[in-house]
């Protein structure tokens, strides 16, 4: 089985954040462990460099998009994990993104569109097809309150008939906009070729559980490419699988409502995200996997009440954590 027919089936995919230690550094050590953590938990492959990651890992200060690449390709060679590289930017950044993580060993481009903020919908299919030519595309529509723009209908409708399209991370956190890209991925002529993933923290098994019908065709969201999987990654691994085995949905979809309860405190919900990539290192310094939940960005860390938050949601879902 090719890696594209493994995506294709539904896999678990963490996105994976960055191991820093209290003074800022790359602790590169316990950034391999963490990609083993994955890899050994079930997951079917990581997506490095992505928002999770830190974008800001691309700054000449920081210059740490290479090391971390290369230490997930890394500990994941000689497996069957699919590695999805996050590649950002207007298109020389985004092209020299997409071709190191080529030489990386990386499978497809976790393609960000928050570069082009005010391009319009030519341009921006243009841009996936360009990168296309270097990686097999894995699209990304990011919710705009943490730094997506609004992608239409209509550029959905016109990216899904790029053949370098593989698959497509559904993020905006709005149903609306959900249905956007599944409506025009069920009335394109490749609706058997791209793999949906939910990337909707908010509303993980309800987009795994739903039967998608549009015009005669039927499509589902077959996996995960989530910031939540980076924690309780083998939880994650056993919810899928019991979603592909078609069991009660009633019993799933209240374990979907206790998942989205542990998201909002970890993704700080309440004060509009802003604490969402400290309260997954938060978690992940809990569990001895990380030494410290710090940000590239001294001033990104938990909100005020966030901790608390995280207090409760730990000791009322220790079973989504494992």
Known sequence: MTWLDRLREGLVIPAHPLCLTAGRKFDEPR??????YYLESGAGGFAAGVHT?????RSPEHNLLEPVLRAAAEEARGTEAVLVAGVCGAAPQALREAELARSLGYHCALVSLSALRDAGIDALVAHIAEIGRVLPVFGFYLQPAVGGRVLPYAFWRRAAELDCLVAIKIAPFNRYQTLDVVRAVAESSRARDIALYTGNDDNIVADLLTPFHFNGVSLRIRGGLLGQWA???????????RVHEGQNPALLLSLGAQLTDLNAALFDAANGFRGCIA???EVLVRQGRMQSRACLDPD???SPGQKEEIDR???AYPHLLE
Do not use: C, K, N, P
């Open 313 to 315: 949601v730990m000791a």
């Open 231 to 241: 924690v309780g990654t083998r939880s994650a691994v056993s919810l899928l699988r």
């Open 279 to 281: 309260g997954i290192h």
């Open 300 to 302: 990104e860390d938990l």
């Open 53 to 57: 990651t830190q974008f800001a890992i």
């Open 31 to 36: 950034q391999r462990a963490l990609t083993r």
